[in-house]
């Protein structure tokens, strides 16, 4: 009997545990969906299109050659967010594109990559997005794309074409190699950025990682080539991914500050180094000259007292002309203050040193045009870096007189930059063949139609007259 009654008793001090041990297990799970919201870096644009909005709520514009795609309210509003999305909802739109409604999403939402989430990635960011971010009911306009792009469907067949098999873990990695591959190429979907893109805007097998331009700025190839980050050791490209910033090599700004910004800055110093060791064994791309800093002579030679003090006019009418095209006295006057007279940068490297710096060694002048147009902004865990933008105070025949003077005397002295590159960068980088070509292709579908139409009508006229 007494032993009925423990048997009894323990049964029930299980069954009153289960409740808690739920509990923890929910929360262990938002925790953890937390942190891969973070990874895979969704704040970065299901934002608030302005910048006190709620985190998640959506409304952020973003930028495509196809126009701009509205990022859609992620709280778990019913009335406007995913509030009710079961989890099968949930893992559809983040690994198919597509939406509770059955519309598919563009791939701005980068599924093709998240397609490789594990199940168990996917309920914890299931349970985070649900229990953990408060829900806000605010509608998001639906995004409006000219014509044939509003056609949802025929993503459909660009799925087909694109939406490959997930990632899986490859037994010959390390555990190491592994999470990092995981982190690239599924939670990070780095390749939407650093790999370039064919005719029909899918991602190039044969180019994986080797670099793109996306809004303007450059991508720069990231596979283990010395054109790439083959000169970069594990602990660099930790730090960069960390802070943005390696002095004498290179800094974040545009897409890459955000990331930093947004997601990088706040991953395990062992998932940095995981990723790090990743791309350090990805096969070499080579897409022109090795970049070893380290290895340039950084000596440049002193200015003149001339340069230093030029002749000036007084004259208030000349003081007030900001027309000047002279890259010399647009460096004095807007970059010299911050990166030095002699292009050094400071002695701390918070200025960074033009001299040795990827942006202007490189064979691509843009992230250099793209930095003196929209500046940097860039937060990191113990600092912020600000370069003011001069997009609205240089044209672009200034600009490009600022660049080329930067180059020449202190970088890639081989490189040119002419106006048309840069009213192409301040525009947005230059249009894919494929939007360049939809009239066209448009033109000629309607055309073909119409003779078939007029084929049809000829044949049934013809049978007609026969009998």
């Known amino acids: 009997m007494r032993a009925n009654l423990g048997l009894i008793g323990l049964t029930l001090s299980l069954l009153a545990s289960f409740p808690a041990m739920a509990a923890t297990d929910e929360a262990s799970a938002?925790?953890?969906?937390?942190?891969?919201?973070?990874?895979?870096?969704?704040?970065?644009?299901?934002?608030a299109a302005n910048e006190d909005g709620e985190p998640y709520v959506g409304g952020y514009a973003i930028a495509s050659p196809m126009g701009d795609i509205i990022a859609s309210n992620i709280t778990p509003s019913k009335a406007d967010g995913i509030g009710r999305y079961t989890q099968e909802d949930f893992k559809r739109a983040l690994t198919e594109g597509i939406r509770k409604d059955g519309a598919h999403l563009y791939p701005a939402m980068p599924y093709t990559a998240y397609r490789g989430l594990t199940d168990d990635d996917i309920h914890a960011l299931y349970v985070y997005f649900m229990n953990d971010?408060?829900?806000?009911?605010?509608?998001?306009?639906?995004?409006?794309?000219?014509?044939?792009f509003n056609l949802r469907f025929g993503m459909a067949a660009w799925n087909a074409l694109f939406l490959d098999d997930p990632y899986t873990p490859s037994p010959d990695d390390s555990a190491?190699?592994?999470?990092?591959?995981?982190?690239?190429?599924?939670?990070?979907?780095?390749?939407?950025?650093?790999?370039?893109?064919?005719?029909?805007?899918?991602?190039?097998?044969?180019?994986?990682?080797?670099?793109?331009?996306?809004?303007?700025?450059?991508?720069?190839?990231?596979t283990s080539d010395p054109s790439g980050i083959g000169h970069w050791s594990e602990k660099e490209l930790a730090e960069y991914l960390k802070t943005g910033h390696v002095t004498g090599k290179a800094q974040a700004g545009g897409g890459m500050a955000e990331a930093v910004e947004n997601s990088l800055r706040h991953l395990s110093d062992e998932d940095l180094h995981s990723i790090a060791a990743y791309l350090k064994q990805v096969p070499a791309i080579s897409t022109g000259a090795p970049m070893n800093l380290e290895a340039i002579d950084t000596t440049v030679p002193p200015a003149s007292l001339a340069?230093?003090?030029?002749l000036r006019d007084n004259d208030?009418?000349?003081?007030?002309?900001?027309?000047?095209?002279?890259?010399?006295?647009?460096?004095?006057?807007?970059?010299?203050?911050?990166?030095?007279?002699?292009?050094?940068?400071?002695d701390d490297a918070f200025y960074p040193s033009l001299v040795r710096n990827t942006a202007t060694r490189?064979?691509?002048?843009?992230?250099?045009?793209?930095?003196?147009?929209h500046g940097v902004h860039r937060e990191t865990n113990d600092y912020t870096v600000s370069m003011p933008a001069f997009a609205e105070e240089l044209?672009?025949?200034?600009?490009?007189?600022?660049?080329?003077?930067?180059?020449?005397?202190y970088g890639n002295a081989d490189l040119q930059v002419d106006t048309a590159k840069v009213a192409a960068l301040r525009a947005g980088?230059?249009?894919?063949?494929?939007?360049?070509?939809?009239?066209?292709?448009?033109?000629?579908?309607?055309?073909?139609?119409?003779?078939v139409l007029l084929g049809i009508g000829w044949f049934v006229m013809r049978r007609r007259k026969v009998h």
């Open 30 to 47: 938002a925790a953890r969906g937390a942190y891969l919201a973070k990874a895979a870096d969704c704040a970065a644009c299901h934002k």
């Open 133 to 148: 971010v408060a829900p806000v009911d605010i509608p998001t306009p639906e995004t409006d794309l000219a014509f044939p």
């Open 176 to 222: 190491k190699v592994d999470r990092g591959h995981y982190l690239v190429d599924t939670l990070g979907h780095c390749g939407s950025c650093h790999t370039p893109r064919n005719m029909l805007m899918g991602e190039r097998d044969d180019r994986y990682l080797a670099g793109a331009s996306i809004e303007g700025w450059h991508a720069p190839n990231i």
């Open 307 to 310: 340069e230093l003090e030029p």
């Open 316 to 346: 208030p009418a000349a003081m007030a002309d900001g027309s000047s095209t002279d890259g010399q006295k647009l460096y004095q006057g807007a970059c010299a203050s911050c990166h030095q007279i002699d292009g050094q940068g400071t």
């Open 362 to 373: 490189g064979e691509i002048p843009d992230n250099l045009i793209m930095a003196i147009l």
């Open 395 to 409: 044209n672009d025949e200034q600009v490009a007189a600022v660049s080329n003077y930067v180059l020449a005397r």
């Open 429 to 451: 980088g230059p249009t894919p063949w494929f939007v360049q070509a939809t009239p066209w292709l448009l033109a000629a579908g309607t055309a073909v139609i119409i003779l």
